[in-house]
C-alpha cells in the first residue's frame, strides 16, 4: 500500500514551469517532496486520516520564486529603520528621517559615540522620482539629528547621503574621488568606496542581525519567495542564516555569495560552491566592476547623456582577471556585478580567459549589452543574473532617459538575452524584495525587446535563478521527486498581464509547510 501523503492541495490550477508547462489541479507532498501531479481526483487517493488539505478554490499554484541577487539584511533594515522608497520629493525623505531620529531619541542617548545606535539611518531612497531629481545633501541632513550622525542611502546602495556630523566623522576614510563636493566643499553626497565605512559603520551585530533578517525572511515569504541568493560581505548573516537552520528557525533556502574579501578564508576552510545544507549553501564569490546608472558611475564605452564621463572602476579589469582566475582555480562560482557595456566586455573577457563553462558563472545586473557580447556570454555558458524591476526606469522622461538617452531602450533586452540563448536568472536586488513587480516590469517593458511573455518572466525567477544556484534537480519547477516549495497567486497572471504587480499572494510554502498563509 502506497504511504499516505502529509499534504494534499487540490482545486488549484498548478503550473510546473517546466518545457513545456503542464497544468494541473492539484498535488501530494510527502516529507517535504512533491510525489503526486493530477487531478484532484488522483491526488486524492494519497489522501490519509492524517493527511493535511488545502483547497486552493481555483487560485494559482506556481514553484516557489527563487531571488537571485538579495541583499536580506538590507531589506531588513528598510523594514527596522527609515524606509525613505515611498517619499516622493526630498522633503518628504527628511520628514521620515526626522521620525526616525525622534522614535530612537532615546536609544542613542545611551549609545556610545561610534555605536551603531547612535546613527539615524534610512534606505531606499530614489531622487529620480522627485521634482528636484537631486540627491539629498547634507545641508537638507543637517536639521535631522541635531548632533547626531544621519546616513541616508539610495536605492542602489552605490550611494549615500550624510549629514555633517557623519561626513565629518568619516571624510578620512572616504576616498577624496567618490566624495562630490561644489566649489571644493563636500556636498555630503558620496558614491562607491566612500560609501564602504558608513556600511562598516552601521554594520549590526549578531543579535541585531537575526532581527534584520526576520522581519526580511517574513517580507519575502509574503511575497512568495522560498529561495534567495544573498550577496554577503563583513557581514554576521552567514552565521545567524547557519544558527537559524539548525533551530528550524529559517523560513528561505539561502545561497551564500561571498565577497571576493573573503576567498582566502572560504579556501582555507575548505568551503567550496554548493558546499552545506538543504536550507544554507555557499554559492559564487562577488565581486564589482563598475558602480551604477543612478550614480553615473557604470562604465561605458560612451559618454553620459547627461555628463562628459564614462563612469568608472570600482574594480579595475586587471583586478577582476586575478579575481576570476582564483576563485576557478580553487573550484568556486564566480560572479561579478557589471551594468555598463565596457564593464560587462572586462567580464565576459576575463570569464574567457579563466573562466570555465561548467562552472555557471554569472553577470549581475548585465543591464547594456550588444548582440556579439551576448552570443560570447551563450558560448562561454554565463548565466545573465537580471534585475527585471530596474525597467521601472527605462521609460521616456525616466532615469535612464536622462543618463543614457536613446541607450535607454538597449538595457535589459530580455528578450534577446532569451533568443540568444543567454540563460536567464531574475532576482530583486531587494529595490524592492518582490518578484511579482519584477514579472511585472519584464511582461509590460516600455520597448519590445525588453519583454517577455508571461511564462518566459516566471521561469526567470523560477527555474532559471535554480539553475543558477545549481538547484535545479530540486528547485524551479514542479515534478514528483522536487522539494515542495510553492507559491500560491489570488490570480492568474496569464490573465492578469496588465495588472502582474496587484497579484496578491495567498500562501508561501517550503518543504510543504506554511511560510505565508493569507488563504
Known sequence: MTDAADLVIS??????????????????VRDGTVVRLGSTHDVEFLAGPETERIDLEGRVLLPGFVDAHTHLTNAGRSLVHADLSPAGSADEAVDLLARRAAETADGASAADAGDPAEYVLGFGYDESTWPEGEYLTAAQLDSVGDDR?????????????????????????????????TDGEPTGVVVEEAVDPLYEAVEPDPGDTRELIEAAQAAAASRGVTGVHDMVRRSHAPGVYREMAATDDLDVRVR?????????????????????????????????TDGSFGGRTAKLSEPYADGDGTGQWVVDPAE????VRRATAHGFQFTAHAIGDEAVRAVVE???????????????????????????????????????????????DGLYDARLG???????????????????????DCMPLDPLLGVHHAVNAPAERQRLGVTDALRAYTGGAAYAGFDEDRLGTLAPGKRADFVVLADSPWENPDAIREIDVAATLVDGRLTHDDL
Not at 406 to 427: C, E, P, Q, S
Open 406 to 428: 536613446d541607450r535607454r531602450t538597449r538595457t535589459n533586452r530580455l528578450a534577446d538575452y532569451r533568443d540568444h540563448d543567454v540563460r536567464l536568472a531574475f532576482g530583486s
Open 350 to 396: 576575463a570569464y574567457e580567459t579563466h573562466g570555465d563553462p561548467d562552472a555557471r558563472h554569472r553577470i549581475e545586473h548585465v543591464e547594456l549589452v550588444d548582440d556579439d557580447l551576448l552570443d560570447r556570454m551563450a558560448d562561454a555558458g554565463i548565466v545573465a543574473s537580471v534585475q527585471p524591476n530596474f525597467l521601472k526606469w527605462a521609460g521616456e
Open 149 to 181: 550622525p544621519v546616513v541616508a542611502f539610495r536605492e542602489d546602495m552605490h550611494v549615500a547621503s550624510v549629514d555633517s556630523v557623519a561626513l565629518e566623522r568619516h571624510r578620512d576614510d572616504m576616498p577624496d574621488d567618490d566624495v562630490q563636493t
Open 320 to 323: 577582476l582577471r586575478e579575481h
Open 11 to 28: 482545486d488549484g490550477v498548478v503550473h510546473t514551469l517546466d518545457e513545456p508547462d503542464e497544468v494541473y489541479e492539484a498535488v501530494a
Open 256 to 288: 551564500l555569495n561571498y565577497w571576493t574579501d573573503h576567498l582566502d578564508a572560504l579556501i582555507e576552510t575548505g568551503a567550496r560552491t554548493n558546499h552545506g545544507s538543504e536550507m544554507v549553501q555557499t554559492g559564487a564569490v562577488k565581486t564589482y
